[in-house]
């Protein structure tokens, strides 16, 4: 397995024009098949001239993609090739500091789709990411018969986001105590005194909890 990841790793690059057609078709194929959600070919052909969709070949074949860089907004491996690590590959190649991944199979799926729904909150921790809440989905495409109909937001906050600790513990983190522990406020700007919010905090086990503001104790 760790020669099919190297070798995979070796044909992971940024898609081009030419590749729109088997993104495409991989897309509709697997990620769509299994309930994922649809994704415009028109969306498709932005992103890749825009420079922010991966693919992973094998053999000159695609059999992974990924749209979005700092964010990851869809990601599909081909079925016969998961579990050989590319999908990790297609994450690493430029790691980002979000992915945004449908978990709740809700919408119209059939039964199979949602009997077979997977979770993927294992494999994304595995790499470091930490689930930092559920989203609404944001500017997508859903067939509706033979056309396809644009939603700039869903109905109900069915997206997983995951977000890069590693990544966040390179932002603005100052350290505190919270009953008696020392626990790291990991935060975008530095929070100023007497305002009343809450916060998000790094456990010493790696689990993140949101707490009052108030609650926490500077540490000397």
Request: proline share 4%.
């Amino acid at each position: 397995m760790k020669g099919s990841t190297i070798a995979v790793l070796k044909q992971i690059s940024k898609a081009k024009l030419v590749d729109l057609s088997d993104v495409v078709t991989l897309v509709d194929s697997e990620f769509t098949k299994e309930g994922f959600g649809f994704v415009n070919k028109a969306q498709i052909e932005t992103e890749i001239n825009k420079g922010r969709v991966i693919v992973a070949r094998e053999n000159g074949i695609i059999i992974g993609c990924r749209i979005g860089i700092d964010t990851v907004w869809n990601m599909v491996v081909t079925k016969s090739k998961r579990g050989q690590g590319v999908g990790k590959t297609l994450i690493e190649y430029i790691r980002p500091r979000t992915i945004r991944v449908k978990n709740t199979p809700i919408g119209h799926l059939s039964k199979a789709q949602r009997d077979k729904f997977p979770d993927p909150t294992g494999f994304y921790e595995a790499m470091g990411y930490r689930f930092w809440g559920s989203a609404y989905p944001r500017n997508f495409w859903q067939r509706a018969g033979d056309k396809a109909k644009f939603h700039s937001r869903g109905e109900l906050p069915h997206i997983a986001v995951y977000k890069d600790e590693r990544a966040l513990l390179g932002k603005h983190v100052m350290r505190y105590t919270w009953h008696g522990i020392i626990v790291n406020l990991i935060c975008r700007a530095p929070f100023h005194k007497g305002v009343k919010r809450n916060c998000r905090i790094l456990l010493p086990n790696g689990s993140f909890m949101i707490v009052p503001l108030r609650a926490l104790r500077k540490l000397k």
